[in-house]
């Protein structure tokens, strides 16, 4: 059996805990390459995961002809570059999310991803999670109706606890944000795969900037559906929720627990499922199943798929792109009009 041979670019905390154990156990995969700027990095993964080829310099890993397909886990500035130079040297290409810094780097990409013979991927772990595909499964289910709020919190203790060696987080010009691109987008991708809508209109975003936002918060309508989607660097660890209104009941689900509970007009049900990012978790080795059956099939993406193919870094740009056009100098008023 032929296992599809993939490089990863970068060895920082998404390659160790994500991708490399992902691909080391697809067994259609094999883990062959690993290249970092920083040699000392791309070593110690190389000897944890028993990686062949170490490439001090991400050319060196795409020149390789050997290498059939990469998976990029550099800083968002640097997504768009290496995706062409990976298509140009025949490879696909998985992109962790956010999958740029920039507006124009997402179309770019979106185009290369319409257009192109090879797949160009983007990170939506989330989606494999068993906790969201049980929401999406109950909401279709029309258990509560009619959705017509949805409410996402993403809240961790910031990038210093669970990746100190990513500095480049707090540098919007390599992140291009803080808090609300590192964890909304993810949020954003799940409230349009979960609704199957892409975002029809996008508020500013509300951000506390220093100097890349803490907590940031966007509302999105999704057809008929208003979406809040709430970033904390902030804590509380883990605090992953999603809250649905419908016209028949709502549906809580926690990420810190696993639970499910469906609360109608006479009744109260709970359900559980394994909990996000626990050792029972497999949407890592999920998503990269689905990235290397792709690849090994050359199975394009869909028109549907496409729709919502990065919707969460374009949306949180956007919202990021309103922000900075408000007019923060103007006067504020109270509820009644007058001047604060």
Not at 5 to 29: C, D, F, M, V, Y
Not at 147 to 169: R, V
């Amino acid at each position: 059996m032929h296992k599809l041979k993939i490089g990863i670019l970068g060895a920082g905390a998404a390659a160790a805990t994500i991708h490399a154990p992902g691909i080391q156990a697809n067994p259609q995969a094999e883990l062959a390459a690993i290249a970092s700027r920083t040699p000392a990095h791309a070593a110690q993964l190389a000897a944890q995961f028993s990686i062949p080829q170490v490439y001090a310099s991400y050319p060196e890993l795409l020149r390789d002809l050997q290498i059939e397909a990469v998976v990029i886990c550099t800083p968002p500035h640097q997504h768009r570059a290496l995706a062409e130079m990976a298509v140009e040297n025949s490879k696909h290409v998985l992109i962790e999310k956010p999958i740029a810094a920039r507006l124009a780097d997402v179309a770019a990409l979106k185009k290369i991803a319409q257009e192109g013979t090879l797949v160009v991927d983007v990170v939506r772990n989330q989606r494999f999670q068993d906790l969201y595909r049980r929401v999406k499964e109950r909401l279709q289910s029309g258990i509560i109706g009619e959705p017509n709020f949805i409410f996402i919190t993403s809240t961790t203790s910031g990038p210093e606890h669970w990746n100190p060696a990513g500095t480049w987080l707090r540098d919007a010009a390599l992140a291009g944000g803080g808090a609300l691109i590192d964890l909304g987008v993810h949020k954003v991708d799940l409230a349009a795969w979960i609704l199957e809508r892409a975002p029809t209109r996008i508020s500013p975003a509300v951000l506390d900037r220093r100097p890349v936002e803490d907590i940031g918060w966007i509302h999105l309508q999704l057809g008929v559906v208003m979406a809040s989607i709430l970033a904390s660097w902030k804590g509380p660890d883990e605090g992953s929720q999603v809250l649905v209104f419908g016209s028949a009941g709502s549906l809580r689900a926690f990420g810190s627990s696993g639970e499910v509970e469906i609360r109608l007009a006479d009744k109260v049900l709970r359900e559980q499922v394994s909990i996000p990012w626990s050792a029972q978790d497999l949407s890592a080795e999920k998503m990269i199943a689905d990235f290397v059956e792709r690849c090994l099939a050359g199975q394009r993406f869909s028109e549907k798929e496409l729709e919502l193919w990065d919707t969460g870094t374009r949306v949180v740009l956007k919202a990021y792109q309103k922000a900075t056009a408000v007019d923060r100098s103007s006067r504020t008023e109270d509820v009644n009009g007058r001047e604060a």
